[in-house]
């Protein structure tokens, strides 16, 4: 069958998940084989073969490269990064994670990935695949680094270098390099027993995320040569990461409370600057989406915002009555679970008001934005960190992981925003 000529007519404009340009299916480009002659792509430098536009296919759809080589890899006209294929024929999501650095992004999404790959097939019915293995590589890597470690006691954790190497695409447009974010890209598709499977094909997405550095949402970072908070404008919702453990009010409130050493007093320096960070990142991410979606400042966003409060093992004693069960619920006797919408605002109210007592800048800011805001307590490690005594770095042991309500705010994004996939249940409304 001809693949190609079929997944090209199912969408007809696609978005670049790297550099978010628009362009017409027939205006991709091909990556060539990997022929020796044909490595040294403009944009993309010695490392990748040529990007071209075919003027011969074999008889399947595939495109033959100028050295009478196949090959079925597209690529974006503008950036020339490969779209892998189901983004030509599923509509994406964009979503957003951005917090200060430290705020425990990289573990949240870690965890959050793990925790839905076990439960969206079992309990919600929709299968979840990566969309490009090799993309999502650096997940899988701290997935089984915490998850699938072969040595349960040692101390592990997810190093910062690791991480922000290899977070970024270089791009030479000719005039200028510019560096975009690596997207994780997922496809979610309903099972056989979905009540939705019959209309698979509009309700399947391909969900993008980003994962920010906080150091692009300071004043002024974000360049032309830099856009990588571009994505926002494309976004369907934003995750802000509020970490209580860096803001010195809530570690006061927290004395005596948690065993947590991140809990513990730092210098008085340290404590005013990370209080003023994690205000100003969300400040300045806020500007950047009314810029780019060209709203005034005293106008309200329509655009979600989930307020993701981590590290709810080292403070919740602070709602020692909030329960950490999952908010989960059944009907009947169904297979499919629905996300008990009613118990996720109760708790959000909870931490909404813990926040307006502690941190009212952050609920104020939140609120001035938009009004689908939603305050959701997570934990992706379940558990504290030790100190490594051998290099002084905060690590984890894969035996005590036990992350609580890590996949909520994605699972609550995916019913409220992206509809037709996650279902809930409302007592109320
Ligand atoms: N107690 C606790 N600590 C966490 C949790 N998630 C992350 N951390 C710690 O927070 C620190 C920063 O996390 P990381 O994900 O690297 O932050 P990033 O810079 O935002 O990516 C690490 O030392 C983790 O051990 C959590 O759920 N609970
Ligand atoms: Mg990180
Ligand atoms: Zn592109």
């Known amino acids: 069958?001809?693949?190609?000529?079929?997944?090209?007519?199912?969408?007809?404009?696609?978005?670049?998940?790297?550099?978010?340009?628009?362009?017409?299916?027939?205006?991709?480009?091909?990556?060539?084989?990997?022929?020796?002659?044909?490595f040294g792509d403009p944009r993309l430098g010695d490392q990748q073969t040529i990007r071209f536009l075919p003027s011969r296919f074999t008889a399947d759809g595939e495109a033959i490269d100028p050295e009478g080589q196949r090959t079925s890899r597209l690529a974006c006209p503008s950036c020339h990064l490969e779209v892998p294929r189901p983004i030509y024929?599923?509509?994406?999501?964009?979503?957003?994670?951005?917090g200060a650095?430290?705020?425990?992004?990289?573990?949240?999404?870690?965890?959050?990935?793990?925790?839905?790959?076990?439960?969206?097939?079992?309990?919600?019915?929709?299968?979840?695949?990566?969309?490009?293995?090799?993309?999502?590589?650096?997940?899988?890597?701290?997935?089984?680094?915490?998850?699938?470690?072969?040595?349960?006691?040692?101390?592990?954790s997810i190093a910062k270098t690791q991480l922000d190497g290899d977070l970024y695409d270089r791009v030479n447009m000719g005039t200028h390099v510019v560096s975009?974010?690596?997207?994780?890209?997922?496809?979610?598709?309903?099972?056989?027993?979905?009540?939705?499977?019959?209309?698979?094909?509009?309700?399947?997405?391909?969900?993008?995320?980003?994962?920010?550095?906080?150091?692009?949402?300071?004043?002024?970072?974000?360049?032309?040569?830099?856009?990588?908070?571009?994505?926002?404008?494309l976004s369907r919702v934003l995750f802000f990461l509020f970490d209580p453990t860096q803001d010195v009010r809530f570690r006061r409130a927290c004395h005596g409370k948690s065993d947590d050493p991140q809990m513990q007093n730092r210098s008085e320096r340290l404590a005013r600057e990370s209080v003023a960070r994690q205000d100003t990142i969300l400040v300045e991410?806020?500007?950047?989406?009314?810029?780019?979606?060209?709203?005034?400042?005293?106008?309200?966003?329509?655009?979600?915002?989930?307020?993701?409060?981590?590290?709810?093992?080292?403070?919740?004693?602070?709602?020692?009555?909030?329960?950490?069960?999952?908010?989960?619920?059944?009907?009947n006797s169904s297979s499919i679970q629905f996300l008990d919408n009613d118990r996720i605002h109760a708790v959000s109210n909870r931490v909404e008001q813990l926040l307006a007592e502690h941190t009212p800048e952050i609920v104020a800011t939140a609120k001035g934005f938009t009004d689908q805001v939603v305050f959701l307590p997570v934990s992706a490690t379940g558990h504290a960190p030790e100190t490594d005594p051998a290099t002084g770095v905060f690590g984890?042991?894969?035996?005590?992981?036990?992350?609580?309500?890590?996949?909520?705010?994605?699972?609550?994004?995916?019913?409220?925003?992206?509809?037709?996939?996650v279902g809930a249940v409302n007592r109320i409304s």
């Open 101 to 156: 650095p430290a705020s425990g992004k990289s573990y949240f999404l870690a965890s959050m990935t793990w925790r839905l790959r076990q439960l969206l097939p079992t309990n919600f019915g929709i299968v979840i695949t990566d969309t490009d293995p090799v993309a999502n590589a650096r997940l899988h890597e701290y997935e089984e680094q915490q998850f699938l470690n072969p040595n349960p006691d040692a101390l592990v």
């Open 89 to 98: 024929q599923i509509a994406p999501v964009f979503f957003s994670i951005l």
């Open 1 to 38: 069958m001809s693949e190609t000529a079929q997944s090209f007519t199912i969408r007809s404009r696609i978005t670049c998940p790297h550099c978010w340009h628009e362009y017409l299916p027939e205006e991709s480009l091909w990556i060539a084989s990997d022929h020796p002659n044909l």
């Open 285 to 331: 991410a806020i500007q950047r989406v009314r810029r780019h979606a060209g709203l005034r400042d005293d106008q309200i966003q329509q655009r979600p915002l989930v307020i993701v409060v981590t590290k709810w093992d080292s403070w919740k004693e602070l709602l020692p009555d909030v329960a950490i069960e999952p908010p989960y619920g059944t009907f």
């Open 396 to 421: 984890i042991r894969p035996k005590d992981l036990d992350p609580y309500w890590v996949e909520i705010p994605m699972l609550y994004a995916i019913n409220r925003w992206c509809e037709g996939l």
């Open 180 to 233: 975009y974010p690596r997207p994780f890209l997922f496809n979610l598709q309903p099972m056989p027993n979905h009540p939705n499977h019959r209309i698979s094909k509009s309700v399947a997405r391909v969900m993008c995320l980003y994962d920010n550095a906080g150091e692009h949402f300071l004043p002024g970072v974000d360049s032309a040569t830099a856009p990588v908070t571009r994505h926002l404008a």
